[in-house]
């Protein structure tokens, strides 16, 4: 048994995401960023950090005891290996693909998430409007954007098959339209986009640990506040 540690943010939909596509046995326990619960010390043991999310293995197999695991890519990368999905095996024959996998994954984690988590912040929520921020910000996650819509024109995803690369974007790059950005020219991209939403375990994977509307500015403006420095 798994236990996810979890809000309703991009990174931490993308492991919900990942367990419900694993068939992993799992539990979810909310944290509330907005108390601060992710500082606590006993939250901090297993995630020195103090973000989201965290999973605790329960089951890590070779006579382990509980296992913890902190930092998104690192999650998915984890439950990739024990479930044997979405991710090709570590092996010899597997190198060029296994790579291929985890530098979209790194594409994301080093360059999707901490642009579109600035420019979310400087458009949405600072209280001094400061244009070249937002410009900057929303000007790379357009570039991005176009990055991956190259890639995509000659691949149904990112890496080939459906992948933890895709796992890992798709819940960042479905929210352009909350940072201001357009992809209405980006055809691939939408279509990538679309083709993910209709799986069931994505669907299930972004209301976990609860719904959220990223277009319901009266209902989220305040909470978004509290974990903007969540969505880097």
């Not at 890590?60 to 999650?75: C, L, Q, Y």
């Not at 912040?121 to 070249?132: D, G, L, N, S, T």
Request: hydrophobic share 40%.
């Amino acid at each position: 048994m798994i236990e996810l540690y979890t809000a309703a943010t991009p990174n931490g939909f993308k492991a919900s995401i990942m367990l419900e596509e694993s068939g992993l046995d799992y539990n979810v326990t909310h944290i509330d960023l907005g108390l601060g619960e992710q500082k606590q010390e006993n939250y901090l043991k297993i995630n020195p950090n103090g973000r989201i999310p965290t999973i605790v293995d329960h089951d890590p197999g070779n006579g382990g005891g509980d296992f913890a695991v902190f930092e998104s890519g690192a999650i998915l990368i984890y439950l990739a290996d024990k479930c044997g999905k979405f991710l090709p095996a570590n092996t010899p024959e597997n190198i060029k693909s296994r790579s291929w996998v985890i530098q979209w994954l790194m594409f994301q984690m080093a360059n999707i998430g901490p642009m579109m988590g600035q420019a979310g912040v400087f458009f949405r929520y600072a209280p001094e409007k400061i244009q070249y921020a937002i410009d900057r910000y929303q000007n790379e996650s357009r570039r991005l954007f176009a990055i991956l819509n190259k890639q995509l024109a000659d691949n149904e995803y990112l890496a080939g098959d459906y992948s933890i690369a895709d796992i890992a974007s798709y819940p960042w790059v479905e929210a352009y339209d909350y940072i201001g950005v357009d992809i209405d020219d980006l055809d691939h991209l939408q279509r990538w986009l679309d083709t993910i939403a209709e799986r069931p375990a994505v669907q299930k994977g972004m209301i976990i640990p609860e719904a959220i509307d990223m277009k319901d500015e009266e209902k989220n403006a305040e909470r978004a506040r509290k974990v903007q420095d969540l969505l880097a």
